[in-house]
């Protein structure tokens, strides 16, 4: 798998898991997805963001082989679903709908049930996925008896017995309870940081995303506005700056100043500088230096009020698409 690993900043390398290139679907008459792109990796919770009608749940059917696509590629741990589809699908797990269950049954007997109709799934491996969702206590109750949360985590259970590499979620987390969220969050990111999946979830709500992602892919009207990792969408920074406002007695003259640096003036005394994000400290202090040995009065500086990712996302939904970063 040595060409699916691609080396990031900071040293870190990361595992492709899921690579979708230029992805087109027309459902009826109607162009449903344009040119979706995007990359996840393995050992990251991958957020996708957008509101209804966005054409998140066409794009998981997709991937999971549930619809055909009209153009583009998928790739899954380096396998084209459109080449080998069963050896693509054989790293891949989902929950679109409502898991299919057996409320007769118990949750172990589903379990069992689903491992039959899968290759090379044995009793270790039932008992390890359980423990993974945290249903040991429970596993020998009838599911009827199981809350949504539970059913959700049994859900999982089951989308990962054949160990893919990746797990989609399409909207997990609708209808449950603040404490069913909070649970399945946890496990989410457990399968992802601990065991190494690359777990994709669906979701129109940010503050979810916030919570539950590392990184997150916006999806308005069928394209795909950009993918970011939780940090840059809260800080507002989206390419690794950091902006700070100065307050001084004289704009015209810092502007002459601040040669090779970004900035914005605000009005008479006000002037939003650019900074990268790494440097921004030294950086500050450097040209509150340069300002006062050029005579120039300071009289505050701030950093730029950071935005949540929610007015980010709203910003983003509402102004027709445009591209940020
Ligand atoms: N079978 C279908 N035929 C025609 N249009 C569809 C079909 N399924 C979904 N759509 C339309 O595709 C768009 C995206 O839907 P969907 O992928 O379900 O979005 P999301 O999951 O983000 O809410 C919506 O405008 C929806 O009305
Ligand atoms: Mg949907």
């Known amino acids: ?19 979708i290139v230029g992805l087109n679907k027309t459902l009826g008459r109607k162009q449903i997805l344009h040119d979706i792109n995007f990359e996840a990796y393995r050992g990251e919770v991958f957020g996708f963001l957008g509101p209804n009608g966005a054409g998140k749940t066409t794009t998981i059917k997709v991937i999971l082989g549930l619809l055909s696509l009209d153009e583009g590629s998928i790739e899954v ?12 699908m054989a790293n891949i797990g989902g929950i679109v709908e409502n898991p ?31 423990k993974l969702v945290g249903l040991s206590n429970r596993i ?12 959700q985590r049994l859900g999982v259970a089951q989308a990962i017995l ?4 990746v797990l989609i979620l399409d909207e997990p987390t609708n209808g449950l309870d603040p404490a069913g969220i909070k649970e399945l969050r946890d496990i989410l990111k457990g399968l992802a940081h601990e065991e190494g999946i690359c777990v994709m979830v669906s979701s129109h709500l940010m503050s ?38 100065f307050e001084v007695s004289d704009v015209k003259k810092t502007c002459t100043l601040l040669e090779g640096i970004k900035y914005v003036v605000i009005d008479e005394n006000r ?24 005579g120039i009065k300071v009289y ?18 509402n102004s027709g698409g445009a591209q940020i970063g």
């Open 1 to 19: 798998m040595e060409n699916n690993k691609i080396v990031q900043s900071g040293n870190s390398e990361r595992e492709l898991a899921l690579k």
């Open 77 to 88: 741990s380096g396998v084209d679903i459109n080449k080998k589809f069963e050896k693509a």
């Open 100 to 130: 299919d269950m057996y409320k007769h049954l118990t949750g172990i007997q589903n379990l069992e049930q689903y491992a039959r109709m899968r290759n090379g799934v044995n009793r270790e491996r039932i008992d390890e996925v359980v």
């Open 140 to 151: 020998k109750e009838k599911i009827g008896k199981y809350s949504l949360g539970m059913r």
């Open 162 to 165: 054949h160990k893919p590499n």
């Open 208 to 245: 979810e995303m916030e919570l539950m992602c590392d990184r997150v892919g916006i999806i308005n009207e069928g394209k795909m506005l950009g993918v970011y990792t939780i940090e840059e969408m809260i800080s507002g920074s989206r390419n690794g700056t950091a902006e700070y406002i």
């Open 271 to 294: 002037i939003d500088v650019e900074f990268n994000k790494e440097t921004a400290r030294d950086d500050v202090a450097d040209v509150i230096q340069a300002l006062v040995t050029a």
């Open 300 to 317: 505050s500086v701030s950093a730029k009020e950071n935005k949540k990712l929610e007015d980010v996302f709203i910003e983003m939904t």
